[in-house]
Nanobody, 128 residues
Framework: VQLQASGGGLVQDGGSLRLSCSASGRSFHSYVVGWFREVPGKEREFVGVSSWSKYNTLYADSVKGRFTISRDDGEITVNLQMNSLKPEDTAVYFC??????????????????????WGQGTQVTVSS
């Protein structure tokens, strides 16, 4: 499964961006999809995760209340809506996925090691 993350760009402090993760038209039904971000010199950071039940999500404290993960009706894309962006949100954002066949404990999916598939990353830059 090849993932593509898109939608990154340059935005001012307080602005919004919407990132999308797709898998070449494949549905994300039965997939856990996570978002992570990386800054040079720092460890990869968990941002948020959506289980195959679209209403089951978990977010890092640093983005809670500002970022929202959603799936389109056909689950072809998983989106990360980022509002009230801050300069410290500047990073390369990655989506990751893992197919699951049973209910999960979503808290286990804050670790990147849980995921089998990764996208190439999209740069988000927030200017002050």
């Amino acid at each position: 499964v090849q993932l593509q993350a898109s939608g990154g760009g340059l935005v001012q402090d307080g602005g919004s961006l919407r990132l999308s993760c797709s898998a070449s038209g494949r549905s994300f039904h039965s997939y856990v999809v996570g978002w992570f971000r990386e800054v040079p010199g720092k460890e990869r950071e968990f941002v948020g995760v959506s289980s195959w039940s679209k209403y089951n999500t978990l977010y890092a404290d640093s983005v809670k209340g500002r970022f929202t993960i959603s799936r389109d009706d056909g689950e072809i894309t998983v989106n990360l809506q980022m509002n009230s962006l801050k300069p410290e949100d500047t990073a390369v954002y990655f989506c990751a996925a893992r197919k699951v066949d049973r209910p999960i404990k979503i808290e286990n999916y804050v670790s990147g090691a849980r995921y089998d598939y990764w996208g190439q990353g999209t740069q988000v830059t927030v200017s002050s």
